[in-house]
């Protein structure tokens, strides 16, 4: 995994990863629990309408109408589960000790957006509402000033930590580039 | 008109349902990183939509797909 994403980021010599970030497990699993509901509510309707309208199930017509529109219901589930998982686990953003790499997916895209340290002005890590609070997850806001306005890390584990380490990061990357400039104008 | 309109539909479906899926697959196989989350995910969700598609079939292999579903009526 390490050597994937060092090849994926193309990490420089003195780069260190310091963050690879997924929106939290819980999220997934509330959406797990949401998929699980949607998979019950046809058994929910076989039993309610078996008992109100026994004759559906028992037309000719009716039945198979009914076992091809259930069929179809639960493969639009199950494809709507699966793309779901693929696009909670290909959007991901890596913090290094130089950069912030997101990487988001969709359905027929894929963005991958960088932005230098140096260049963040504002972090703000936040949790809102019962469940964010409760878990300890939600969004980090890094404000830039580059082409890339705003940077959003959705649902991370710990906002307020990562923002606290990447603003950390951050004065400590000026510096770098503060000294590396003065080092530039020396030798000129 | 008879009752294999349904089954056409569901055809249809079923044909939509392959090209989603296999765009998906494409997506989880070319992009994400190594690791054995991938594989069994995606066998979980081959699996799942054969069991779905095997139940359909087995609840609708004795219908009589002849039969009309609407009478049109001549003197109209």
């Known amino acids: ?188 | 008109m008879t009752l294999s309109i349904f089954l056409i539909a569901y055809f249809v479906f079923v044909f939509l349902f392959a090209v989603f899926s296999v765009f998906s697959i494409y997506h989880l196989a070319r992009f994400v990183p190594p690791s054995s989350v991938a594989f069994f995910t995606t066998y979980i969700f081959l699996a799942g939509a054969a069991i779905i598609i095997f139940a359909t079939w087995q609840e609708l292999q004795n219908v009589d797909w002849t039969q009309a579903v609407f009478t049109l009526n001549a003197g109209l």
């Open chain 1, 1 to 188: 995994m390490s050597v994937y994403l060092q090849k994926f980021i193309n990490q420089k010599p003195y780069e260190k990863i310091i963050y690879f970030l997924r929106r939290d497990t819980i999220v997934f699993i509330l959406q797990a629990l949401l998929f699980i509901l949607l998979l019950a509510i046809p058994i929910g309707l076989y039993f309610f309408l078996g008992t109100t309208f026994p004759s559906l199930f028992e037309n000719t017509i009716t039945y198979p109408l009914l076992v091809i529109l259930g069929g179809i219901y639960y493969l639009t589930v199950w494809l709507v589960f699966f793309t779901s998982f693929i696009d909670y686990y290909l959007d991901f953003w890596i913090v290094t000790n130089d950069r912030i790499i997101n990487v988001e997916q969709h359905l027929f895209a894929r963005t991958i957006s960088e932005l230098d340290l140096y260049k963040v002005q504002d972090i703000t890590g936040e949790s809102r509402g019962f469940l964010q609070t409760m878990f300890n997850y939600g969004h980090v806001f890094v404000q830039t000033a580059g082409e890339v306005g705003r940077f959003n890390f959705e649902e991370v584990p710990n906002p307020r930590e990562v923002a606290r380490k990447i603003m950390e990061l951050t004065e400590e990357d000026r510096k770098y580039h503060a000294n590396q400039a003065a080092k530039l104008d020396q030798t000129v």
